[in-house]
């Protein structure tokens, strides 16, 4: 059974940063793709998720452009754990971000790895908030 548990949000001052983490059980990260995502304030649906940044199996990374040079994603595969890492944090950055799994498809896939509904496995989300 794929679990995911984020932890490390809280409230900051623009400009600051934040390290989220998500520690991840029942599978094995190498075989997943993994991301984050953000949802704002006053949006509930799961497809109002947007990506913020996505890591192949093999440790490619890919990120939106409201927080390429920003933020930093990295994992470590021997304890399952996702990180992401948040500098020069900005009001817009505030959301719920969530952590989020699926396996490697068993068939070529093109997608970008961005959108919601390519994963099936999500946390429960952590808040991040940035005061101007």
């Known amino acids: 059974q794929v679990q995911l548990v984020e932890s490390g949000g809280g409230s900051v001052q623009a400009g600051g940063s934040l390290r989220l983490s998500c520690v991840g059980s029942?599978?094995?990260?190498?075989?997943?793709?993994m991301a984050w995502f953000r949802q704002a304030p006053g949006e509930q649906r799961k497809m109002e998720r947007k990506g913020v940044a996505v890591i192949s199996p093999d440790g490619i990374t890919t990120y939106g452009d409201s927080v390429q040079g920003r933020f930093t994603i990295s994992k470590d595969s021997a304890s399952n754990t996702l990180h992401l890492q948040m500098n020069n944090l900005k009001p817009e950055d505030t959301a719920v971000y969530y952590c989020?799994?699926?396996?490697?498809?068993?068939?070529?896939?093109?997608?970008?790895?961005?959108?919601?509904?390519?994963?099936?496995?999500w946390g429960q989300g952590t808040q991040v908030t940035v005061s101007s």
């Open positions: 989020a799994a699926e396996p490697l498809p068993r068939v070529k896939y093109g997608g970008s790895w961005f959108y919601w509904y390519e994963y099936n496995y």
């Open positions: 029942g599978f094995n990260s190498s075989t997943y793709y």
